[in-house]
């Protein structure tokens, strides 16, 4: 199994969500982050002061699949988090060992 | 305010006590959530809570003896005779003008609470609490008291002539100089600026300071009637345009009109209008308010960054400039035809404009010194600032134990 | 208001200037606040910027032309003669009834900016803040000030009988229509609905709503006593029963009765008795309270869906429904032994009912055809419509550059 | 308030016109607020409906009935005989005193809303929205309505001399002791103690309690003079010398002076000053205020954890204790120089500290045995009290559906 | 060393940190994540205009323990974190290759 | 590759971005997070009554590096965050299979 964890524009969020599920996926988990990257922040004025906002909101998508998804995960979530611009994000794959569901204590696949 | 044979008028003490709930209001909630929504949150609650002790300090002192310092009978023209201490001989049916002196002495009262509120704006973010609270009244007793009774109390600024409606001196200019000497003597923070922590909370509280001026400057009148009226109509005219005119320079200077500057551009215009409100017209209100608001900007944009001085929100930028513009176009503007009792350069009396300069200058002294002195002794005993950990930590925590939000 | 030979009741000055305080209060903070609210977090601020730059604009617009425009001596029945701009000959012994013009002027310069307002609420989320400051300058122009003049001025309306005690027409049929007019030219949302941000917020918002109205309706007596209390009690019964009206529907429709509900039902209420507040008594208060509601939510609830237009916050299905409810069910229950100005339907007077009628359609004709206009001589020069990345990422850092919460 | 042959007098209307709408926003959006910024997030939402739905029920239900049970003609002390159901022959020119009655029924409204809605405080977090709704009817028919005839209608109490100026027993004592029976009835929350979510939030809805208590307070003169004036004065003075008290004991106590504290010290002052206010000069207020602090915060932080009842936001703590204290203390510092009604102890009347314990004893055990009544009602019907998963997952959407922030 | 991320019902987040204290975890992070899976979000009306709740509020629980440690921690959160109902939640387990303090530099299974 | 995870200080979190971007990292992404460990809670009072928070304000910083820079990155977040007393916080190392920038497509060292 593999953690797939996608950083997202936020408003992305729905259109990522929606593809997931087409491709079969059950179960995920976001969170609020922010990021630094290419995408170079901005600056806000309050009273004339200057404030370099360096981090930008961004959503973090993490989603554990069986190795044989991984590769229609990744492409799901590439096509629909895609706007071409800078800061669109990026994807990182991560080795899971094992997962349990809380409620049965199934375990692997069966919990995923 | 001498005693005089004369009754107390239900439409002229409805409306002042009215007034007087206005103007209270002003400081809490209003000030203390203007100035805590620009506050960064981890500090919000030391903010708030240095502008509601103020509050609930000067209301205490001046029963007890701030009024008769500064509204009884003058010795000398300095300061108010102590024979009112806690209200004795003040009573039921005790008149001034024409509503109670009960009412009187509690309108008076927050204007007094709101002057030290004012104050806070400058020191917010790593002031000890402790020293604050001393600060408050040993502010109260030694400047507040002696400029009013200068001023409005029959003391020698008022006998000179001075106009001031309803506190550009005694208020404005008064919290703004000692904010740049409390400020001196505390140091900067290790974070600088403005960071807002909440700006709806900042629009909540410039909503009511705005509906606040109306009894602020119109209760000045001490009547319900046409000088009341005029009183607020000119509020909310330089208030306004005073508002545009900063929301019109960032668009220009910046870009793009910000919220919180229409806030600052507001109360600017209001500060500039307070001492001219009894006695200019609406053409008067739109320079005062214009006037107001550019040079408030000018000093808060372009000047504070380089000056050695940490005024967090803007206290002297704010009601310093716009408290000065105010005291010195009222002797431009004051119309004899709005109050008799104001005759400005427009109207051929070039000699009031003189006064209004003067009668600054002697606050602004006065203010400076005492406020040096207060800080100086508190800084050597209690001392004035927290640890640099509270300030990194936040003084919600370390001068309260609470958290703003949970 | 002709000049009368006439004196100055302090006690009526007082009552009417605190309701000038009120009525302002309405707009900023109350209404920005409800407003911004109901808003998503990313638009906010560009939400209560409209409010309060509304507020602004129109109170030096005002002194400037528009008090001249809506209340002097009328120029065919269509418009006020313009011998009063900038307040000239308005001084501060001038009497409107048993008050200060200035009084009078002011506690209509709060009405005029409230009802330009209030049509923000159609448009957030995607107005250029530049085309809504040129809306409304515009606005209050060529439709507030002509239909205020009709109705309240001594213009065609008013002597033809039309019975609006606070502003049925004038401010909540007028911005009801005209909010829809500027959401056609406008166009839908990206993201539609109402996803409030903050609904303590809408709470403070429609809290000193209900408080800002007894000083709307009960100050539209323009005099303190019987018809201002009655005014005020019937305001507070049909308010109270619209907000519980709408509860139970809720409750009954769709499971729970919800905050924002109450709040809806509450500003319903408050529209629909404001053309009525000094002619009926408790028992059509609650008639007019509980129908305003019910016809809103079925407007809100059922029929918006199936609507062209965007209307975001309701402004027609909230002041335009209970906006006609309201005026046409005083032509109903006017009573007589309240206010002999007015006598409805159930004291015998079917024509006042037919009156009723008549006034609101000419009201909506005109609000509609000249918003129309205006919005189109906006939307070829500057543009009505933020980018729709602005919009994506919220107007609070578009249109101001500013983040609501740090 | 039998019918006399007066006239109205615009300066009194103008100021207790003003006071009701004071008082409305004690309740709306005051207490709402204050309530709800105490309350955990996820039902920050259900306390603020219990506030409102409170002042909107009791609105209507006031008019309907409440007004003539309370204030009519008596009958045999008990309770107001029904001659005036839905205000019949009540119309604009009836006068109470020198001010309209519809002004009158009005200012007294706002007093039974706020009264209900303090009970809420002890039952948040866990109480069925719908036995709220019920319970508000039940009590202020069968106890707030009797409890204010006999003490303010021309019931008993007031015929035996009980002192109470704005509603130590009525309101205070009153909502004090339902406020424990009714938490008795429901059991004690799963998480106990105060969480605040939003201390800024507190501090609004304590500013503006403080603003309005002085209408509350300085409109029960029902009239505009130095009886109200000297009211507002000491209602200011002890609420801040007890916001004072409360810091003080705590800074001593625990450590550090809190929000919250100065908040609940305020609000313990204001109830303790509410019964004298009429009556006692400003040393009196002093006392006042430091007592019913110093009382309240044995109570609440000392005493309280060991009952066996949960009153959430300490109701009884804070309005029971400290409206016990005021009523009592009124028997000792009634100055007849204030208010030659009112003459205690201190001033050689032993016997009203007398009439002022037996009064507030009578009011204890009437409202402790009805409300129990109502609440066995309730609890045997409906049920009182939300599921279990709601009061983990939280009430604004078991009761509402909604969230408080999105 | 292993990583143990538990995705919990907000509610037992008490619970949960007390029995992986009595387990001998001494350090834990968590984060407030919002979970998809098939417990199903809700509906929202807001003047009558409904919002579908797709995301739910939870916690992420991040443990790195020794490996000796896994099975007795996986079983400290089971007991803890289940009510028995749909959305109870997941544990999921990840290799973590080292472990540093900060504050001493110390390494692996000392600075846990 | 690999991921490394830094518990910080959340006053620490500009320095610590400085040094990473003095290291050369271009990317990071944060998240706030709480943290329980041996610097104890502390307690808080509202109206007499203690609440203890066992939970402090922590930021999780989270970089993914190419092998060759994960000694040099390490170094950065200590020098940067340490300030010697308890909280400082901890750096975990975790295997990163894959990374993919969803704007271009590039993978792994490019895609960082
Ligand atoms: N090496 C990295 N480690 C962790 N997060 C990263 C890394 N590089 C980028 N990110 C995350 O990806 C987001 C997008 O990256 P950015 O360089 O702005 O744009 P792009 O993905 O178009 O190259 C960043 O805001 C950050 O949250
Ligand atoms: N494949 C997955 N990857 C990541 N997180 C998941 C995955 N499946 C479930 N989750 C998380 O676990 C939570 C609970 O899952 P859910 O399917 O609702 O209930 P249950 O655990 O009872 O099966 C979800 O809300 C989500 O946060
Ligand atoms: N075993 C662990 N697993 C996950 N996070 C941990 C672990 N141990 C500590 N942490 C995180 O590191 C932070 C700092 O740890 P702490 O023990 O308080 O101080 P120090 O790092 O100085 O030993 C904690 O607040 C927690 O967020």
């Known amino acids: 199994m593999k953690k797939i964890e996608a950083i997202i524009k936020p408003f992305k969020l729905d259109e990522v969500k929606d593809a997931l599920i087409a491709a079969g996926v059950t179960g995920m988990t976001v969170t609020e982050v922010r990021g630094f990257g290419r995408q170079r922040g901005h600056t806000e004025l309050y009273r004339g002061a200057e404030y370099v906002v360096d981090f930008l909101p961004k959503i973090k998508v993490e989603v554990v699949v069986p190795d044989n998804m991984v590769e229609k995960v990744i492409k799901s979530i590439i096509d629909s988090a895609k706007t071409g611009k800078v800061g669109d994000g990026k994807i990182f794959i991560y080795p899971a060992e094992r997962v349990i569901r809380i409620r049965t204590g199934e375990v692997d696949e069966d919990a995923i | ?406």
């Not at chain 2, 001026?213 to 009226?229: E, K, V, Y």
């Not at chain 2, 009109?257 to 209100?285: K, W």
């Not at chain 2, 005024?311 to 400039?321: K, N, R």
């Not at chain 2, 119309?335 to 006064?355: D, F, R, V």
């Open chain 2, 1 to 406: 305010m001498e005693e005089q044979v004369s009754q107390i008028n239900q439409g002229d003490t409805a409306w002042i006590i009215v007034a007087t709930a206005l103007v209270g209001m002003m400081t809490i909630p209003a000030l203390a959530l203007f100035y805590g929504g620009l506050t960064r949150t981890k500090s919000i609650l030391n903010t708030i809570m240095m502008n509601i002790s103020a509050y609930f300090l000067v209301s205490v002192a001046w029963v007890m003896y701030g009024y008769t310092l500064s509204f009884n009978e003058s010795f000398g023209g300095i300061i108010g005779i102590p024979s009112k201490l806690l209200m004795n001989t003040v009573d039921v049916k005790a008149v001034s003008g024409s509503i109670p002196e009960f009412t009187f002495s509690t309108f008076q009262l927050t204007f007094a609470a709101i002057t030290v509120a004012l104050i806070s704006g400058a020191v917010v973010e790593r002031m000890k609490f402790s020293a604050w609270v001393i600060f408050s009244i040993l502010w109260l007793t030694f400047v507040y008291c002696p400029v009013a009774h200068w001023v409005w109390g029959g003391g020698f600024l008022m006998k000179m002539g001075a106009l001031d409606f309803a506190g550009g001196t005694v208020v404005h200019i008064n919290a703004g100089i000692s904010a740049v000497v409390l400020s001196l003597f505390l140091g900067k923070r290790k974070e600088g600026g403005v960071l807002p922590s909440n700006i709806p909370l900042v629009v909540i509280g410039a909503g009511l300071l705005l509906i606040g001026w109306f009894g602020f400057n119109g209760g000045s009148a001490l009547s319900s009637g046409g000088l009341a009226a005029s009183a607020v109509l000119v509020t909310n005219t330089a208030a306004s345009f005073a508002a545009i005119t900063w929301m019109f320079i960032e668009k220009i200077h910046r870009g793009k009109p910000t919220t919180i500057g229409a806030a600052s551009g507001l109360v600017a215009g209001l500060v500039g209008i307070t001492p001219a409100s009894g006695f200019v017209d609406v053409i008067g209100a739109l320079f005062i308010g214009a006037l107001s608001s550019a040079f408030s900007y000018i000093f808060v944009v372009v000047i504070k960054s380089k000056l050695p001085w940490d005024d967090a929100l803007d206290v002297f930028g704010i009601h310093g400039v716009s408290g000065i513009v105010g005291s010195i176009l009222t002797g431009v503007f004051a119309n004899p035809s709005i109050n008799e009792a104001g005759t400005g350069l427009l109207y051929g009396n070039p000699n009031q404009l003189w006064i209004q300069i003067i009668s600054s200058l002697i606050v602004i002294a006065y203010s400076f010194v005492v406020t040096a002195i207060i800080a100086l002794i508190i800084k050597a005993t209690v001392g004035l600032r927290t640890e640099e950990e509270s300030e990194i930590m936040g003084l919600n925590e370390s001068e309260h134990g609470e958290k703003a939000f949970n």
